[in-house]
């Protein structure tokens, strides 16, 4: 709550606390400038701590997430895997991009959003708490598009038999660097893709190939829901 002084006396301004889910609804079309006193509390479900992302974090409330696209490295220093956040959305932009949800500064070129500036970050983006989020449990047969961005775990899935051999990215024949890769697990009746950023510090890791629990986001790959892997959890299954 903010407090102004009037000349008609005492001027109270309330800021109002809304979810991902508001922060969707909002940009159905194009980008939408942020104009009201929203604040946005959630966690911080993935950032560049492994190479996940890239200049950017993600955060994901009880609703959904957003990400948030930050001019910095090493994001991870300022806002940890795992820490409550508030996010003051007024000022700020937001706008679809791949089907996915993204907030940053208003844009200057043909992206929905540009990116904050580091020095800005902490006028719009504060660690209020270190309590861990609790990720969903969630079965493959239930995710929708309104999961976009959730943190969620799966359970009890193995990689398909034809890359049970395969790591998590594959070599670009042409490059002979790694690109973003997708794997497909299945639980017995449905089939997921696991996707994984060639930045990704275990990109070269090999498969488990027994059944195991994932904890991630869902996101969008190639017009396709999916998962990525949050923080690298993944675990057998007993």
Known sequence: MLLCGCSGGVEILVSREISAAYLWS?????????????????????????????????????????????????????????????????????GRESNTLVMGTRPTAEFAVDRIPAEDVSRYIRVVGEAAPNAERMAIADIGNEDIFRYVMIEGVRVIDEERDCRWCDVDMLTGEYCETARHFTDGRDTLTIVTSPTADYCSDHILKGPIHCIGVIDVFRSNLS???SNYQIVPAE
């Open 26 to 94: 909002m940009a159905r079309g194009g980008t939408v400038h942020i104009k009201d006193d929203y604040i946005l509390r959630g966690f911080v479900t993935m950032n560049d701590y492994l190479g996940e992302t890239r200049r950017s974090v993600i955060i994901s409330d009880h609703s959904s997430g957003v990400e948030i696209k930050i001019d910095m490295d090493n994001i991870h220093q300022l806002l940890p895997f795992g820490s409550e956040v508030e996010v003051y959305c007024s000022g700020l932009y937001i």
């Open 227 to 229: 998962l990525r892997l």
